[in-house]
């Protein structure tokens, strides 16, 4: 089991749309594993077909294998799985504590939302392969969620205490992902497309898991359209110009002086070989959830795959949704499923409890459904970690605000106090997962069922 405390979940509260929605969930993790994925995706037989991509292996020299990202070690295990001796070398970075086991392939574990040591010696470690590699080799680099922070290697200008701290300040200024990697890219000797430039004599194959909402290719390997006044223009929307490290300030605002990160015109000026590949996408979990939801005989919609906006504001608007359904049966008619995707965000502002964006979504949804005999609402993050947290995301239903009560747990609090792990644990409503496998964003999942009997 992905979800490894189901029995406790659908223990309590609306039991069959608790089982229900975390069916859902748990079988559409299971489509969209990236091992799975990946060996669909990466064929050998008389030649290595990666994609529409096609190579004859006497005529490369060498292959390396290197990345980062949430849950990578599943890309890098199942590359192994095809290429076993193949690989002459390999370094993939991986959250702390995530992921599984490799052969061949050597794994660094680094910080996540945060970088950290961990994160630079694996950037380091991927930087020395970079300057090995040939004209005749092949490269293919992994790519998933938390790149950025996992391969984080500071301008040798700045430290990594400097970086840091810009980083923490992002996620708490309610900033999209888009936003954070506008700065964090030009913050970084990998970012941006410049690992490409690195190893530009070789051949480059990216395999990337998209966990943009904007639903194109990003990554270390991918030209960037953004600049350093995009990077100061972000700092200044979200009003953190004022709050970051004086040396960070300095160093954005040299930017006549420093090399920018490379756009399309340097890929082709530089005849940079590079492939950037998307081999899974948030559209495929939705799908995996929207045909369970088929096969249990419920209607079901995907309402969006690329769902922003503030947490709390989402899990309001789903919530009217659920409503208007279980009162009017319009748009649907019950019992139903709606499932979105995406990635929201946390404003969080004075001092806060702990949470993340999914728990946060839920806990603002429970006011508005309490009462309801019909109503369940889940939503995770799909690496099975929820913001800072070891928690995936939490499930509520009409039950909830009034157990809350009989554990003198005020969610008003808890919500206005950014603490939605607090009330999850005490309420045993969190999600926990063994690793997923995967990292495609969030799923939220909101059943709207028959009367209760």
């Known amino acids: 089991m992905i979800i490894k405390n189901s029995s406790d979940l659908f223990s309590k509260g609306n039991v069959q749309g608790r089982r229900v929605v975390l069916d859902i969930a748990e079988n559409a993790l299971r489509q969209v594993n990236s091992h799975n994925l990946i060996r669909q995706f990466v064929k050998l037989e008389d030649e290595l077909r990666i994609g529409t991509m096609a190579y004859d292996l006497e005529k490369v ?58 994160s630079v010696k694996g950037a380091e470690e991927i930087v020395k392969i970079a300057r090995k590699v040939t004209a005749k080799d092949l490269v293919i680099v992994g790519v998933t969620g938390g790149c950025t922070s996992l391969t984080m290697l500071p301008p040798k200008s700045l430290t990594l205490q400097d970086v840091a701290e810009v980083s923490e300040l992002l996620l708490s200024s309610g900033a999209s992902i888009e936003h954070m990697n506008a700065v964090r890219k030009h913050l970084s000797q990998l970012g941006g497309g410049k690992l490409s430039l690195l190893m530009q004599r070789a051949e480059i194959v990216s395999l990337i898991a998209m966990d943009e909402v904007a639903g194109l290719p990003w990554g270390p390997t991918v030209p960037d359209t953004t600049r350093f006044s995009d990077a100061i223009n972000v700092l200044r929307k979200f009003d953190l110009w004022g709050k970051i490290p004086k040396s960070v300030k300095q160093y954005l605002e040299r930017a006549d002086a420093l090399e920018e990160t490379p756009k399309c015109t340097d890929f082709e000026r530089k005849n940079v070989r590079v492939h950037n590949l998307i081999f899974a996408e948030n559209t495929m979990l939705c799908k995996a959830a929207e045909t369970r939801a088929r096969e249990l005989e419920l209607n079901s919609i995907t309402l969006s795959t690329v769902m922003e906006g503030e947490a709390k504001d989402v899990g309001l608007v789903l919530a009217s949704i659920a409503k208007e359904i279980e009162k009017n049966s319009r748009p649907f008619k019950p019992p139903c499923i709606i499932i979105v995707g ?112």
């Open 61 to 118: 020299n060498a292959i390396y294998v290197v990345g980062g990202g949430k849950q990578v070690t599943y890309v890098a295990a199942a590359l192994e799985e095809i290429l076993e001796d193949r690989i002459r070398d390999g370094v993939v970075v991986e959250k702390r504590g995530s992921g599984c086991r490799t052969k061949r392939i050597r794994v660094i574990e680094g910080g996540h939302p945060v970088p950290d040591s961990g």
């Open 342 to 453: 995406g990635e929201t965000t946390v404003t969080v502002i004075g001092e806060h409890g702990e949470g993340g964006r999914n728990q946060e979504l839920v806990l603002s949804a429970a006011s508005r459904i309490a009462g309801s005999e019909n109503i369940v609402i889940a939503s995770m993050g799909t690496d099975g970690t929820d913001g800072p947290t070891d928690i995936a995301g939490a499930i509520v239903d009409g039950f909830t605000v009034e157990r809350a009560k009989g554990f003198a747990v005020d969610l008003f609090e808890s919500l206005s106090r950014h603490d939605s792990s607090s009330a999850f644990k005490t309420l045993k409503d969190a999600i926990y997962t063994n690793n997923t496998g995967t990292n495609l964003m969030d799923l939220t999942i909101v059943y709207i069922g028959h009367q209760m009997k």
